[in-house]
């Protein structure tokens, strides 16, 4: 395949903010890199095939601050190559991107569509709106940029050929499907809580309904209204937790927590549980699980080198059980790869999920 760098027309640094954010270890969160006074780096930054984090906290955190979470960004080049070409947009097409962010992508689809005005994207942040405006202008692109909640669509503008989403999803929004053309298609990447997720390409049909299939690994932070939130136990709960210990080795912690392996998997069996592992030194690693909803966590402390490990639950759900019958799932129905699944979104918003083909019996629906 041609290189990544050959298949975007439009240079990245023109988009790019002059302070952005990298990972400080020093406080754990992201620190600002100035353009102004850390020139070299900021370059390296914009020139890697990595993504740039853009704004932290919804833009209350600035430079000089330390930033806890990152609210926006510019994707990684190859990726966004990777997701233009699985859009397959054609001269004339009429496309509806949701998540402005820098503009970027948006200068890349209006070269793609061939006329700019045949582009709209949506930004839920105005600040971000107004600078990716001004950089798209700059650059000479037109696009129609709207400052709205980008999980309803556009439809002054509908209906689309195309719909690409830059932030990721869990629930593909009624919206998108009803604002695009039958035969067009709606590129996102899509996940569950436990696992942020894989890109998905569906096509829209006739009767309202939309399907299609999982491709690569795609980690994108969420779109607003759909951001996972996680439990922060306190001393009286980790006391009140039931503690087992976990029959599962190291390597078998390690699959239930890899995309490629059975986390995937294991997110579409296991609704509203939300994965977090940490590296707490060279020898320990914890793994977490939190359904906010119920108010349900569970804790699996790992040592480097031992056979077993202490689990820790509380809550209405049991949800390291739940979270280990879907492995025992995964593994029975022979480690299907995360491109082994489809997703078919009926008329009525049900999501199914589906195991190498809509019929198979291998197939079920996915709590919202
Ligand atoms: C990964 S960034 C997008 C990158 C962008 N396409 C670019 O070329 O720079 C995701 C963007 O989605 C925006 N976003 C998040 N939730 C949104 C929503 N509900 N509606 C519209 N935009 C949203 C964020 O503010 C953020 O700017």
Known sequence: MTEWNERLSVPRE????????VDDPATGGFAAVSRETEGPRWRELVNADEPIITQVDDGRTTSGGVGLQPSSSCSQPSLVANMLDALDIRQGHRVLEIGT??????????????QAERVVSVEVDPHLADSARQALKAAGYTPLVVTAEGTEGYPPEAPYDRVIATASIHTVPRAWIEQT????LIVAPWGTDYCNGALVGLEVHENGSASGRCGMNVAFMR???QRRYF????????LQADRTTTVRSGAELFDMTAFPRAA???????????????DLDDDHRMIELHDVRSGSWAQVAMVRGADSFEVRQLGP???????????SWWLHADSPAPDRYGLTVAPDGTHMVWLDTPNSDNRWSLAH
Not at 181 to 184: A, F, K, Q, S, Y
């Open 317 to 327: 759900r049991r949800l390291w059980d739940e979270v280990d019958a879907a492995y």
């Open 101 to 114: 962010g820098t503009g970027w992508n948006a200068a890349l689809l209006s070269d793609r569509a061939g």
């Open 231 to 238: 439990l922060d136990p306190d001393e009286v709960e980790q």
């Open 14 to 21: 023109p988009f790019i903010p002059p302070v952005v954010w």
């Open 264 to 278: 995937f998997t294991i997110g579409l069996r296991v609704p509203h549980c939300y994965l977090t592992t940490e």
């Open 223 to 225: 779109v607003r209204g």
């Open 181 to 184: 053309r039958p035969c067009g």
